[in-house]
């Protein structure tokens, strides 16, 4: 008896598992869409290895694309908006191309306490012009017209894992594969190891292939050609 109950709990933990790691077998090129987020119960602030959600903490990225210097700042909020009955952390993006506000995101996670992956909930997206407000490509939430959380982070973390990180239908399907796991980066904020590579595509665009790295305790340091410049430790103590 004693015997069967271990198997049956081995079982459970397998099944939970399985959306993480089915993405490793070779007959299973697909990525990942279900992750069982019923079972989860989420909270807004944290961090997992390579994500961190703690108001306060910021980002930022520079770099050179077809001529022009981009920034990126990312900045965790001590604000939280509920989707889906999920109350979520918001994470402010503000990019700039020489100077020049580009864009302004507010994305939404949260942490399954479970798995301790970050699952992303949607954004809000303002698009701008010389200065202008133009539009809101991209802004997409779960729970609206089909759309449904992707993974952000997972906190299982196997090479060659393929997961969905936006499901969104025909706005936002961006997906990532987890290459590598021992990437030592350069970058103008400090050099990193055991830094998590992964590889972005995109059902919506096929030809569009883009790499992100991350550095653990810290997060993203490399977006395509842009790679961190500076990150802030404070964190606010309530939010």
């Not at 210097?69 to 979520?88: A, D, H, N, P, Y």
């Not at 100077?99 to 698009?127: H, M, P, W």
């Not at 202008?132 to 952000?152: E, K, M, N, Q, S």
């Not at 060659?160 to 030592?184: C, H, K, N, T």
Request: net charge negative; hydrophobic share 40%; charged share 25%.
């Amino acid at each position: 008896m004693k015997k069967l109950s271990r198997l049956l709990a081995v079982l459970v933990l397998l099944a939970g598992l399985l959306p993480q790691l089915g993405p490793v077998f070779a007959h299973n090129p697909d990525f990942t869409d279900s992750f069982l987020l019923q079972q989860c119960e989420f909270v807004s602030r944290g961090r997992n290895p390579y994500f961190v959600l703690e108001p306060g903490f910021k980002l930022v990225l520079q770099g050179e694309e077809d001529g022009a210097q981009l920034r990126v700042e990312i900045t965790v909020l001590s604000e939280t908006k509920t989707i889906t009955g999920v109350r979520t952390r918001v994470v402010e993006e503000v990019e700039t191309r020489d100077n020049q506000l580009v864009e302004i995101s507010r994305n939404y996670f949260a942490i399954c306490k479970q798995t301790n992956s970050v699952v992303y909930f949607g954004e809000d997206v303002d698009i701008y012009e010389d200065g202008v407000l133009v539009g809101h490509d991209g802004a997409w939430r779960a729970g609206r017209d089909g759309a449904r959380p992707g993974l952000i982070m997972p906190g299982v973390l196997l090479i060659g894992a393929r997961y969905f990180q936006e499901i969104a239908p025909d706005v936002a399907m961006d997906r990532a594969e987890i290459l590598s796991l021992s990437e030592v980066l350069d970058t103008p904020a400090g050099t990193f190891q055991r830094v998590l590579k992964t590889e972005e595509t995109t059902p919506l665009e096929p030809n569009s292939k883009g790499f992100k790295l991350y550095a653990p305790g810290i997060g993203l340091i490399q977006d395509g050609s842009l790679k961190l410049v500076w990150y802030s430790k404070f964190i606010l103590a309530d939010g």
